[in-house]
């Protein structure tokens, strides 16, 4: 069991470590043209919590932690080499579901604090 706890404080502390600085965070938000509380609809978060992650005051923790990198990545797709066509936030540049971002899965992570 002490093996399940590692992998998980390993996996949080990789995609902690690919979490941009808050001002990177709300950039890109805004170069998507996103609203604070699109952005938290889409992370199945409160406004509040988007808000304090761009100020720098919080850090996403557990399955929020995951949606926000995953959903900054993409956001930051138009930035990086990766097809620079392709509309990040549309599933037809992802793959993905209507909007793009895994719903929480009732995982290990989720267990942790969003805001």
Known sequence: MPTTLMHLAREWA???ARLPSP????FLREHAELSLDA???K???SQSAVYRWEA???TPQGAALARYVELLERLAMPF????????PTTSEATG???DGLAKPS???LDGASSE
């Open 39 to 41: 952005m938290a609809q």
């Open 96 to 98: 993905a579901q209507s």
């Open 23 to 26: 001002l990177e965070r709300r």
């Open 106 to 108: 009732g995982g290990a």
């Open 43 to 45: 992370l199945d978060v």
């Open 14 to 16: 990789t995609l902690a």
């Open 80 to 87: 990086t080499d990766e097809d620079p066509d392709e509309d």
């Open 56 to 58: 720098g005051t919080r």
